[in-house]
């Protein structure tokens, strides 16, 4: 999907909204149990339910391989599921994949190319050579971890460094906190203003948490186009309104998650029913935002 | 795996050569691919010809899951077998996983309980919380990403940074170069700084690449005792003799791994057979080296 497709589907659906699946076996309603494939069933009725509302969905994986093979057959059931029935909705891998090049070229294959997925998401630690990979796929994306919304991020994302970058090297942009020489940088920045070099904002999204709202007019700084993808809302505190009023850009630029707060909304038989009903009142808050500031 | 049993098989076996089992299924000999599952019946051969002389057996999780639900399958079997056979071989998971606690806990089970693996490799950027989640099967280990041995080292791992750590603050050993009140402290010895805090040399490793053997020392120098896990000997270039030199300690401390250079060294229907040479020939290497440092 192009940026320019993921835009056209957020203006038509006036939303932003992407649903998380992370769909746990000890946590979806009872009765589904009993179905061949209970995650499968679980996700499907949840797309079916949500798909008006949302823009993406992204499952993560972690709950997918708790279940071994099985858990596998699921997530590649849901994959085909959504590419069939909604395939206007950009698709996540919530991986946090990354390898040396070689290898990380092997996990772009499983996701991008054998189940199909948009995009996934890569943690930055190994640098250029195990991103890059992940961006031979023409309109597929990067998601970087760069602020996430855990309290660890406050371990190494949030420390200081000593930016190796001069002054009006490596075209960074007039308004970057790069160009003023000032000390003060912090991991996450240098990681949005290295990965930048390697990337488009046609190809690269952000993963920044949205339990720092603030910390998105830093963001925008550095990357004022690239979209984000913004979890923490909700079942971990971030405020929406907050996130739209520092991270909105010009192609709105935000997909805001929603995970447990739409999946678990009810553990009943009913369940698809309020999911659609929690997915409805953030999109309803979502067309409040865009027509606010787009 | 207690870190003295660890130790004892070292001894006994006079290695600590790990075989990382990257199981490409377009790069094992043809004649395996008329079997029902070429990629276990590979990996049992080359557990069969090398148990003898490694200590260590590490799947990479990419080769598996670019085979989707069949390549779990491959993985489940694989672990299975080395657990059966050769159940004083220490496992390694690596699949540089890491997210928010509340989803690394899933990848803990998928990897630590159910697939009943010793260790897993886990990437440090989202910080303390997800690692520890990992931490909590008893006499199974984290192996954290410090210093990895592709180019993109040098993007983050390689930053110079402002060290929060105040002069004697959180403990930190005499011989430290946090001690030293020094500037010039890079991310990677950051990363093993304060991980320290969190884990103990008996559920923590680290990987360290071998193409900066001499770097061995300075992580030697903020973790003396802790077991390194050294990729980058054989087909990425570094010096085994090198390794020891700046990186044993005296309970060994290391896990050298080589993946390439032992599985691929034939490709013709003796792939086994060479295996076990190439294999040997690192055993008898580090036979040597154990006897002259340890």
Chains 1, 2 share one sequence.
Not at 24 to 44: A, C
Not at 104 to 122: G, R
Not at 134 to 141: C, L
Not at 246 to 255: E, F, S, T
Request: charged letters at 25%.
């Amino acid at each position: 999907m192009t940026r320019t497709e993921l835009f056209e589907n957020i203006k038509k659906k006036k939303s932003f909204l992407c649903v998380g699946l992370d769909s746990d076996i000890t946590k979806i309603p009872q009765h589904l149990l009993k179905s061949e494939d209970p995650i499968f069933e679980f996700n499907k009725q949840i797309i079916d339910a949500t798909k008006d509302y949302c823009i993406s969905f992204k499952p993560n994986m972690a709950f997918y391989e708790t279940q071994g093979a099985k858990g596998w057959i699921s997530l590649e059931k849901t994959i085909q599921y959504i590419n069939q029935t909604c395939p206007d909705v950009f698709t996540i891998a919530d991986a946090k994949r990354g390898d040396i090049g070689n290898t990380s070229k092997m996990y772009a294959k499983a996701f991008l190319e054998t189940l199909n997925f948009d995009s996934i998401t890569v943690a930055p630690y190994m640098g250029e050579d195990s991103v890059k990979p992940f961006m031979e796929y023409k309109n597929k994306w990067v998601i970087l971890l760069a602020l996430t919304s855990n309290s660890g991020a406050n371990d190494f994302q949030l420390t200081e460094i000593n930016s190796p970058f001069e002054k009006g090297a490596r075209g960074i942009d007039a308004n970057s906190p790069f160009e003023k020489g000032a000390r003060g940088i912090e991991l996450y920045q240098h990681v949005l203003e290295t990965s930048k070099s390697w990337s488009t904002p046609d190809n690269m999204m952000y993963v920044v948490g949205a339990t720092k709202a603030e910390m998105l007019s830093e963001v925008r700084k550095i990357v004022p186009e690239n979209f984000l993808l913004v979890p923490g809302v909700g079942a971990q505190g971030g405020s929406l309104s907050d996130v739209a009023k520092y991270g909105m850009n010009k192609q709105c630029g935000l997909l805001v998650n929603s995970s447990r707060g739409i999946i678990y909304a009810s553990s009943s038989e009913n369940f698809a029913e309020k999911a659609r009903e929690e997915a409805m009142t953030l999109q309803k808050e979502m067309e409040v935002l865009l027509e606010k500031y787009l």
